[in-house]
């Protein structure tokens, strides 16, 4: 099955500067990537995501890019802000009806004001 | 647009006992599937639910177990449980097989 890995495991910066966070899946026919918030109390929320037909994808301060050849894919944040910390999930999977993500175990971003 | 429901937020189970879980989608939602996330295993999958019809199965034992209804709400039931049943179990649902999924606040369940 699939497994994905996620580094580092915990994330200091400073507010402004930017956060880079990597992770590495294992099954080739993944297809979906998406990553998720987690605040305290709260289930995990979905901030962008990526398909396998598309490199790059970028949301305001927030892009992902996808490397399908040697498997990672990585959440790039850029002028981090206080409220961007948080713990941070990436998946790897598929959508419709095999429906399945495999989940990294997390990074817990701190964003120093 | 209310966002996914799960109810209740907080529960307490004896060993032993049996415990259902309930989960209300984004409305016009149609696919369902539940996760148990826990400190040590992170976010695991256990079912996944489209149209009433169970698509997809994690490597849960079965004990656990859903279902889904005609309205796309959805259930699932834990029986006989255990200490290591702890956990946060989330819900999530979708719109259609190409959407991304939608996550509730969860259930946190403790067995005592």
């Known amino acids: 099955g699939e497994n994905v890995e996620q580094h580092p495991s915990t994330l200091s910066v400073q507010e402004g500067d930017s956060a880079v966070i990597k992770c590495t899946y294992s099954?080739?026919?993944?297809?979906?990537f998406p990553w998720y918030k987690q605040e305290l109390g709260k289930g995990p929320q979905l901030i962008i995501d990526i398909r396998s037909n598309v490199g790059e994808k970028k949301d305001q301060r927030i892009a992902v890019t996808l490397n399908k050849t040697a498997k990672h894919f990585s959440l790039h944040i850029t002028e981090t802000q206080p409220e961007d910390s948080a713990v941070y999930f990436c998946a790897a999977g598929f959508t419709g009806a095999n429906s399945k993500l495999t989940f990294g175990k997390g990074i817990t971003l701190s964003v120093r004001p | 647009k209310a966002g996914v429901t799960q109810t209740p937020r907080y529960l307490i189970k004896t060993r032993g006992q049996q415990v259902t879980l309930s989960c209300s989608p984004i409305s016009g939602h149609r696919s369902v599937s539940w996760y148990q996330q826990t400190p040590g295993q992170g976010l695991q999958f256990l079912f996944e639910y489209f149209s009433e019809t169970q698509r997809n199965k994690g490597n849960f034992p079965g004990r656990f177990s859903g279902r889904q209804f005609s309205n796309s709400r959805s259930e699932m039931n834990v029986s006989t449980l255990e200490l290591g049943d702890s956990a946060l179990y989330l819900c999530?649902?979708?719109?259609?097989?190409?959407?991304?999924?939608?996550f509730g606040n969860g259930t946190r369940l403790t067995v005592t």
């Open positions: 099954d080739s026919a993944s297809n979906y």
């Open positions: 999530a649902s979708s719109l259609d097989d190409s959407a991304p999924l939608h």
